[in-house]
């Protein structure tokens, strides 16, 4: 069996550890992410424009309100996610092979920073997606948006709705005053 195949296979069991077992590859990165503050502000920006994360996981992260239906696959939902702020930051940058989810990072899979794996590590045609590469920076202040405005927080209401599109709430949340 190739490699991506015993991903297909292995990764919904083994991504969980391969997650919390990851402190090698945090070791490897020379950027203290944690000594960083993030502005969940700017994180929306990064989550709307910058990772374009809102076309699978929607405005409300839950993988469903204001999803892009054009988008390749629905996100996961990360209102519900266990993930702590280095679990979100090792995914956000490294993506999750075998699924859409594309990684972040410019140096991902050039060393086995990510899950101990390198490109050559996939068979051709079948690697990690590449997303949109943002920096540090933008990636702590991504973090700090989805643990203040979407981790943990149940079904999407009128008033987060409101709190994401602003002036234009009336318009797009209009669907959740009737609920």
């Not at 990165?29 to 994360?53: H, S």
């Not at 920073?113 to 702590?140: H, I, N, W």
Request: proline share 4%; net charge negative.
């Amino acid at each position: 069996m190739t490699l991506c195949g015993m991903l297909s296979v292995m990764l919904p069991v083994s991504i969980g550890p391969a997650l919390m077992a990851s402190s090698y590859a945090r070791a490897q990165d020379t950027t203290d992410t944690a000594a960083l503050a993030g502005d969940p502000e700017r994180g929306k920006a990064v989550f709307q424009r910058v990772g374009y994360c809102v076309n699978c996981h929607g405005w409300a992260g839950d993988g469903q309100a204001g999803r892009n239906p054009m988008a390749h696959a629905a996100g996961a939902s990360l209102r519900e996610t266990q993930l702590d702020t280095e679990g979100l930051t090792e995914v956000i940058k490294c993506g999750l092979p075998g699924t859409r989810m594309p990684y972040h990072d410019s140096a991902s899979y050039r060393d086995d920073r990510c899950y101990g794996m390198v490109l050559a590590d996939f068979d051709a045609g079948s690697g990690p997606v590449r997303g949109k590469t943002f920096g540090e920076k933008q990636l702590v202040d991504l973090v700090a948006y989805l643990e203040t405005h979407v981790i943990g927080l149940g079904k999407p209401t009128y008033d987060e709705c409101a709190d994401y599109y602003g002036a234009s709430a009336d318009k797009a949340c209009g669907y959740l005053k009737k609920e």
